[in-house]
T-cell receptor, first 116, second 116 residues
């Protein structure tokens, strides 16, 4: 079974600075998808960024980018120019690309605090 | 476009009672998922509907949990009888059906269930 590990329960960053959240995963599959979701306080979870394993190029979405290292099974999220609104729980998730299984496998999450 | 909605937002019940959680997916989304986060642990998959059919219910913890999706629209998750370990946040997500590729799962705000 696949597992996702987020080794940083909490992180903090100064506004306008850059922070990197770690995520590692374990799988025997060669094709899969990886996601970072964000859940602000008392609000619903939203997708931040996604990566297809077959793509070597790292995904980017504005200030958010990933460092996808397939051999190392690592999928870190970098937030540049951090803003107060980035404060949230961040969840890393894995999804198999094999047919029949669409469930997301989540890590425990990292709570990000942004200091003004 | 309205997002995924869940009702109630909070529920506090006594052990042994019954609780029914409801999820309304985004209109037109055939896929509906239930997940649960127990305090301090990962968000765990419960089950997946495609329209009114259960595609994957491998995450359902036991037969005290019953999920339905009559008519392929909204879904209910009933816990009967509730136990202390059922406490947690229950998330619903929906996605559009695609032939291939991982479509984004859009999450609802969750229902916080407390069993006393």
């Amino acid at each position: 079974a696949q597992t996702v590990t987020q080794s940083q329960p909490e992180m903090s960053v100064q506004e306008a600075e850059t922070v990197t959240l770690s995520c590692t995963y374990d799988t025997s599959e060669s094709d899969y998808y990886l996601f970072w979701y964000k859940q602000p306080p008392s609000r619903q979870m939203i997708l931040v960024i996604r990566q297809e394993a077959y793509k070597q190029q790292n995904a980017t979405e504005n200030r958010f980018s990933v460092n996808f290292q397939k051999a190392a099974k690592s999928f870190s999220l970098k937030i540049s120019d951090s803003q107060l609104g980035d404060a949230a729980m961040y969840f890393c998730a894995y999804r198999s690309a094999q047919g029949g299984s669409e469930k997301l496998v989540f890590g425990k999450g990292t709570k990000l605090t942004v200091n003004p | 476009e309205a997002g995924v909605t869940q009702f109630p937002s909070h529920s506090v019940i006594e052990k042994g009672q019954t609780v029914t959680l409801r999820c309304d997916p985004i209109s037109g989304h055939d896929n509906l998922y239930w997940y649960r986060r127990v305090m301090g642990k990962e968000i765990k998959f419960l089950l997946h509907f495609v329209k009114e059919s259960k595609q994957d219910e491998s995450g359902m913890p036991n037969n005290r949990f019953l999920a339905e999706r009559t008519g392929g629209t909204y879904s209910t998750l009933k816990v009967q009888p509730a136990e202390l370990e059922d406490s947690g946040v229950y998330f619903c997500a929906s996605s559009h059906r695609k032939v291939a590729g991982a479509d984004t799962q859009y999450f609802g705000p969750g229902t916080r269930l407390t069993v006393l």
